[in-house]
């Protein structure tokens, strides 16, 4: 097998040496609640779309509401700021995934729930700017403390 030139390999580690890095994706989600979630959206848009964009949160809170919306997805609609009936103050997890659609049957509401979803900044906002949506959820746990 021929050799590469002398000097081609010390090339190619130097440029090996000054490439970008590979960023490792994070896999485990920055863990939340839902009051403190709306509050950081709400205070800053802009800086929360950039710090959780495209990425896993795990939001806990008490679920307000559970329904089926159009196109057959079901929503949990966890309080993020205040008891009223206001979707604007609350965290939407969309779910789509016919397991834990059943699993979504089973909630307690009102009653607590930790959920995990992927934030998407061109979808996030719900009702004009306000509230946060999640969408690809999946129920961790349930007012029980287990995953069901």
Partial sequence: MPRAPQGTEADLAALDAGAP??????????SLTAQATVSEFEGNQLRFDSKYDNRMLQISGPAR?????????????????????????????????????????????PG????AGTYHSAHGAINGGVGVRLSDCNIQRTSGGGAK
């Fill in 112 to 115: 607590p729930v930790t959920v």
């Fill in 21 to 30: 890095k590979k960023q490792t994706e994070r896999t485990t989600p920055s």
């Fill in 65 to 109: 509401k559970v329904s089926e919306v159009r196109g057959g997805s079901v929503w949990i609609t966890i309080v993020g700021r205040t008891s009223e009936d206001r979707l604007w103050d609350d965290v939407i997890c969309d779910i789509t995934d016919g397991a834990q659609k059943a699993k979504a049957t089973q909630l307690d509401v």
